[in-house]
Structures are given as structure tokens and as C-alpha cells.
């Protein structure tokens, strides 16, 4: 049998137990982004980082979704314009395009409806639409982007909010030590993060937190079956559907990158993973874990942490006498 | 004659003449960074963009200094801890290390030593030297990134300072339009722009604005002719030496990376970069120059944006239970 042979018989056997795997477990792998526009990457990055969507000219879309730290700002809630705080925590855009619906309460239905939102938020970015595109097209940088981009120069907030969206779609975080196990890997796990992955099944973890995002697939209820106690008056679906029997359900979060985005829940007030996994099994599950199961299924939480993005800080554009001057 | 000799007699004649048009300008070439030590430089990189250095966890050096704008915010004074409006214009991180003291007064001999500053400085970071090392220790990777660095786990904040300060110094610009021009390339500035630079020199602007930064080498009254209106409360030098001459004496800045880093003066206030230039001939040489003069200096200026650094964002570690929480 000739090299070649040998090598391609190895391929082959190595992508069944992949898909063996992977086709029996609930969580799926998390796949780099493929086949994305670069010149709408390179352009939605740039206005990631542009403070200039902001009234003040310091807030960014990374200042409360920092990729340098796993796509959030590890606050209970973000600080916004003047310093004003937030009423619910702010999620990481770390895989966040395999969400079925983005914000905690799924108000909007992709990225680019999520993206138009913060920039007009009064505690937010407290800037307008109509602010941000003014000032944007004050710079002649901007312009020639857009139309490289676009096909054209004449751009609004679709075209920015498109931008920012495609730049997140490549924030993927591929070859966590628990996708290396998915794909037959038995090495890439220790016994303690097998143990802790088979108790998370068998306690129904994976009811909610399934699929390649550990989550992001369904509401739930905050206190399915025990109330959740916190100070957060944030009222879940049911502001959004008017409906009593939505109150405290919120988008189930991913698990990815999990030991990276404390604090934990919608109201950011447990710091302790561990504790995080203690107090879910007891309010949506309402059963026991002992300590040592908790501390097993938190050991197999940090196999979920997958590659970071790599990503090259942009060089922003000057402004222009034309472009609004900052309101601190 | 060999191909060899030929381009030894290029290279030659290259050199020369770089070396005979430098020597005789005033402002001279900038270098890039070379021989700093590369884990001081990565560690001093995670640092600068590391908000756990403030109290609130949201405010990083690259909060004021962003490399990503030319080392500076663009505002007239920067937005701290709470929403506190500082008290001078933040100066630009970009080549800084040639300043020959730190801060717009001086009070700082090197960036290692200014630093220090905004970590404590209540409407800055707000935090303290003590807290911002006890964060860091409670950090595993942090522990072993110091060791890696400086041979010791048990750092200090002249550790922290110090690698702060080694990145600062990688963040040179070379190559900007006039250094061609300096090394000898005659087509690098337009005849606008070498007109502007004539006019520079006979105006007087060298006296202050010389040497790699064209500036950052002396300390000057702002107003030596005609006082400086503003409502800036900043007195300058005399706030460290006590001395009535030295009030609103401050250090020249630089202007290298002109173009980026508006708003103009210690208070901020003039944005239009001709406007400037208008100014600094009225309130410092008491000479005119006309608009037409004016222009042309003002494009001599933007031959001095260099390559701005290419900088890969951090992977901050995650912090544990023993990480002090922030100060909202």
C-alpha cells in the first residue's frame, strides 16, 4: 500500500469519528467564518472601533464588547454616555452570529438590526442615525471606503450597520479543547471535563444550552422553576410581546468562551462560575448538584473557550472642519 | 563595471545625500523602534490596553491615547473615572519617548515615570498603585508574563511601568512624507508642501519645532508675544517650580502626526489645523502670515504623518475570584 494510500485512508477515518461524535452529541462544533466580503470585514472593523458613532466620541462598539477580552466588558452592566449604566449586561459578540435572535430580550432578528440599536440609545452611544452618517460622510476616507465596499458613496445606516455585522460574523472562536474532543479528540479533554460534560447532559443542561453555541437557540424563563432573585427590573420578552407569561424570559445565552465573559446572567450579578452552575441546576432545573459535580461541570465550561480572534487594531481616519465636533 | 560595484556606488551616493539633507534641516528623521526586549513589549502592550488599571475596569491608557487616532482621544481634554473632564489636552503617545521630559509641564523625566501618573489621578483611572498590583497578581497569566519579563513574579509598579513604557517606545512613525523628503527623495513632497516648509523655517517655527519631533525638546511661554486668550486654568511650569516666570510655560509639542491629533494647544481649542498655525505666528512670533502662507505651511505640516504602528490587540486574561471587582 503506497503512501498516498495510507494518508487518505487515515483523512477518512479521522472525519467519521468526527462526525460520530460530533452528530451524537447535543453541542456542535463552532466553525470559522468562511466566504465573507473583505473589503465590508476591513470597513465594519474600522467602525467597530470608531468612537466617532457616539455623541461624545468615545464610546465604540468595542468599548462595551471588547474583543481583547471575549467580546464584553466584564461589568454587570456597561457604562454609557455621561456615565449612565445599563439595565441589563451586555452580551459577547463572540460567535454572536449564530444566535437566533440578538439582545437578551431578541428584539432584534440579526446582527445588523442589533447593531443600528446602540448607536441612537440614549444611555448608550447617545448619538442618532443621522449624526453618525453626517459625520462619517464629513471624511473623505470613509467615502471611498463605503464605495469600495458598496458600490456607491451615498451610504446610510444600512450599509454601516451591514458593515459592522459582516466584521462580526468573522469573531468566531473555532478549536476550543472541547470542539478538538468533538472531532475525536479524546486527548484534548481531561477526565474531570468528560466527567463534568456527561453530568451536564444528564442533569438537562443541554435542554437550553445545545447546538454550536452552547445556547443562543431559545428563551427561557429566569426562574423556570424556583424565582430568581434580583435587584434587575428588567421584564424579558414580555416587553417586547405584551404578554404576562413572557416576564423574566430571555434568550438563553452561548456558553462559548464562558470563564472569559463574567459576571454571569442578565443582570451580571454572579461573578463565580461555578457558583453560576450551582444556581442554575437549583432555580431552571430544580434539582441538586453536589459541590463536586459543580466544580466538574464548571471544569468541562472551560473547554469552551475557543481561539480568540487575531485582530489588527485600524488606523481611523481624521475628521474634516465638516465633521461634528464631540458633545462631552 | 560589475552590476555589485554599481549598486555600491548607488547605495553610496543614496546615503550621502540623505545624510548631507538631514544635516542641514532642523527637524530631522524619525527611526523606527529597534533592540527593546520583546516580552517586556508584548507585556507592556497587554497592559496598555488593560482596563483593570483603572477603578472602574473600563478606562485603559488607550482610553486617552489611542493608538488606533494617532495616539490621542481628539478631544479638548479627555473624559475620566465618572465622566471627569480633565484638565489638558491629552498629547499624543506617538514617538513619545523623544520628548525630552513627559506631561505638558514636564513633571514626569520619561514615560516610565508618567506612566505612573494616570493610574492614580482621581479623574483620570482613579485607582490606586496598590490595587492596580493586586489585580494583576490575582491573575495567573499576569504572574507568569512578569516572570517571563523581568525574571520575578513579585513585580511592582516599576515593573508595570516599565513594560508600559517599552511598548510606548515601539510606537514610532517613520517614513512620513517629509523623512523621504529628508533622505533625499525630491518627489515625496509637492511643491505646496516644500514652499511650506521654506516658509516654516523663515517664519521662525524651528526655533521651537525642531529636532525628530519637530518639537517635544524645549519648554516655551504659551502667549511669548501676545497673551493666549483661553479658559484654561492650567498655569504650565510654574505649577512645579513655583515661579512666576514660568506661569502658562509649558513644553512644545510635537508635530509629528499633526494632522491626527486636533484638537490644537494644551486647552484644545483650535480644531482647524491652519487656524493653528495662524495663531502660533500672532501669539508667539508676533509676525503675519497671510492665509496664502498660512496654507502652504499647514500642507507642509501633513507631510509630517508618518506609518502608524500596527498593533495586534491583547488577549487580556480572565480575571478570578481573588480579582478585586470595579468601581462603578
Known sequence: MNKNIIISMMVVVSCSAYASRES??????????TGLDSAKVELGKTLWFEPRLSASNT??????????????????????????????????VLNSDLNFVQFWNGRAKDLQEQAAGPIENPIEMAFSHDLAIGTLKSIPQYREWFKEAY???????????????????????????FDQWLKGDDSA?????????????????????????AG????????????????????????????????????VPTLRNIELTYPYFHDGSVWDLQE????????????????????????FLHSLTGEQPVITLPHLPPSTNETARPQI
Chains 1, 2 share one sequence.
Open 24 to 33: 451524537s452529541e447535543p453541542i456542535k462544533v463552532i466553525e470559522p467564518a
Open 59 to 92: 464610546i465604540s462598539c468595542n468599548s462595551c464588547h471588547n474583543v481583547a477580552k471575549g467580546g464584553v466588558d466584564n461589568l454587570p452592566s456597561s457604562i454609557g454616555h455621561k456615565w449612565a449604566v445599563g439595565g441589563i449586561n451586555s452580551p459577547t
Open 151 to 177: 458600490g456607491k458613496e451615498d451610504f446610510t445606516i444600512t450599509e454601516v450597520t451591514d458593515a459592522i455585522a459582516t466584521f462580526e460574523k468573522t469573531l468566531r472562536t473555532p478549536n476550543s479543547a
Open 189 to 213: 479533554l481531561s477526565t474531570e471535563q468528560v466527567e463534568g460534560y456527561a453530568l451536564f447532559k444528564q442533569k438537562g443542561c443541554t435542554f437550553c444550552h445545545s447546538g454550536p453555541l
Open 216 to 251: 443562543g437557540q431559545m428563551y427561557q424563563k429566569m426562574g423556570l422553576v424556583k424565582a430568581f432573585e434580583t435587584d434587575n427590573t428588567d421584564i424579558g420578552r414580555a416587553a417586547i410581546t405584551g404578554n404576562d407569561f413572557d416576564k423574566y424570559v430571555f434568550k
Open 276 to 299: 453560576a452552575v450551582e444556581v442554575m441546576a437549583d432555580i431552571q432545573l430544580g434539582i441538586p448538584v453536589t459541590k463536586q459535580e459543580a466544580k466538574k461541570i464548571t471544569a
